[in-house]
C-alpha cells in the first residue's frame, strides 16, 4: 500500500534511532568518566568497570530493542523513561563505590537527565528528578549504614539538599523547554486561521489511519468546500471570508469525535476524517455539518443570506491509496457542485444497515 508519505514511520524511527545513538555516546563518556575517577585511586577499578559492564548491557538492550522494532509497541517509542531509569541506576551502583568522587557521579546523573527533554513533559521531567534524588539519597543512606567509617553524614547530607535544588532548576528548566517544544510542535500542525491541522500534518495523520483501516477498521474521508465563497469575499470582504473559515472549521470539530480530525486542506477547502466510520455514518456525519453551516448565523454575513458547503464522502478502500481515497471524494464533490451546491454526495452508494 502506499501513502502521500511512505517513508513517515521509517523517518520517526531513524530520529528515534539518532537520540538512541547519541544517548550510547553519552553513556560512553560516562563510562570513561569512571575509569578515570579509577585511575586516580576515587573507586576500585572492579567497580568502574562493572559499571561499563553494566552500562555496556543497558544499551545493547536498547539498541536490539530499537534494531528490531519492540520499541514501536510502546506508548512511547523512544524509551526515554526506561533509559533515564536505567542510567539512574547504574550511575548510582558507581557513586555508592566511589565515595570520594560522589560529585562526578552526581554530574553524570544530570548528563542523563538532559536526554528527557527530548520527549517528556513536565510530570515525566519532575518525576524523574524525583526519582534521580532518590537515588542517590539511597546511596548515601546505604553508605551510612553500611560504611560509617568513610562517611561524613553532615557532607553527604549537604550534597543531597545542593543536588535536589540543582535537579529541581533543571527540572523547571527542562520542563519549560518541553512546554515551548510542545507549543511550536502544535503551531507547525496547525492552520493559523482555523486552528484546523494544517495539510502537511493531515497527510501524516491520514497515513496512520490508513495503516490502521488495513487491519480492518473503516475510515471514511469528507472533502468539504464552500460555496460560492469568491462572492463572499467580494460581497462581504475577506475578514467575513475569513470568519466563515473559522466558523466552519470549530463547527466540524464540533461534530467530531476525539478520534476524527478537521485539516485545512486548501483555500476554502477542508477535509474531516471519520476514524473507524463506515460510508453511511459518515455521510450522516457530513449531512450534519452542512445542515448546521446553512443554518447558522455569521459575523460579517447579512442577514437573510446563506452561507453553504458541498460535502464528497469516500470510505477508504484496503489496498487503496490516501491519494486515491482522496481523488474519489473529490471526484464526488464536484458531483456535489454540479447538482446544485449545499448538499452530500458519497463516491459509492452507502450500503443500507
Known amino acids: 500500500m502506499k501513502h502521500s508519505k511512505p517513508g513517515m514511520a521509517q523517518e520517526a524511527q531513524y530520529l528515534r534511532k539518532g537520540r538512541l545513538t547519541l544517548s550510547i555516546a553519552a553513556s560512553a563518556v560516562t563510562v570513561g568518566m569512571t575509569l578515570i575517577v579509577a585511575q586516580a585511586g576515587y573507586i576500585p577499578m572492579r567497580a568502574a568497570l562493572t559499571y561499563g559492564a553494566v552500562v555496556a548491557l543497558f544499551c545493547a538492550a536498547f539498541y536490539a530493542a530499537f534494531a528490531s522494532g519492540l520499541n514501536r509497541k510502546f506508548a512511547d517509542p523512544s524509551l526515554t523513561l526506561p533509559q533515564l531509569v536505567a542510567a539512574g541506576l547504574a550511575v548510582s551502583y558507581a557513586a555508592y563505590h566511589g565515595i570520594e568522587a560522589r560529585p562526578a557521579f552526581m554530574a553524570m546523573y544530570l548528563i ?19 526519582f534521580y534524588l532518590a537515588c542517590y539519597a539511597a546511596v548515601a543512606v546505604l553508605s551510612q549504614l553500611w560504611q560509617p567509617e568513610l562517611v561524613e553524614a553532615r557532607r553527604e547530607i549537604f550534597r543531597v539538599v545542593v543536588f535536589g535544588v540543582v535537579l529541581g532548576w533543571m527540572a523547571y528548566m527542562a520542563s519549560t523547554i518541553a512546554e515551548l517544544r510542545q507549543r511550536l510542535r502544535q503551531q507547525a500542525q496547525r492552520d493559523g486561521l482555523t486552528d484546523a491541522f494544517n495539510r502537511r500534518h493531515m497527510m501524516s495523520l491520514l497515513a496512520v489511519e490508513a495503516a490502521r483501516a488495513e487491519r480492518g477498521a473503516a475510515l471514511s474521508l469528507c472533502l468539504a468546500d464552500m460555496d460560492n465563497f469568491k462572492e463572499i469575499n467580494d460581497t462581504c470582504g475577506h475578514l467575513a471570508g475569513d470568519t466563515v473559515l473559522k466558523h466552519f472549521a470549530a463547527m466540524a470539530k464540533a461534530q467530531l469525535r476525539a478520534t476524527d480530525f478537521v485539516a485545512r486542506f486548501g483555500g476554502e477547502e477542508f477535509l474531516v476524517a471519520l476514524s473507524q466510520t463506515a460510508l453511511a455514518d459518515a455521510a450522516r ?33 484496503p489496498g487503496e491509496s490516501i491519494e486515491a481515497t482522496l481523488q474519489r471524494a473529490d471526484a464526488a464533490l464536484y458531483k456535489a457542485k454540479d447538482q446544485g451546491r449545499n448538499r452530500v454526495i458519497c463516491a459509492d452508494p452507502p450500503q443500507a444497515r
Open 112 to 130: 542523563a537527565y538532559t536526554f528527557g527533554v527530548f520527549t517528556l513533559r513536565t510530570r515525566g521531567l519532575v518525576a524523574v528528578a524525583g
Open 285 to 317: 456525519v457530513a449531512e450534519r455539518v452542512r445542515a448546521g453551516l446553512a443554518a447558522a448565523s455569521i459575523v460579517g454575513i447579512p442577514a437573510g443570506q446563506r452561507v453553504t458547503v458541498s460535502i464528497g464522502v469516500a470510505q477508504h478502500r
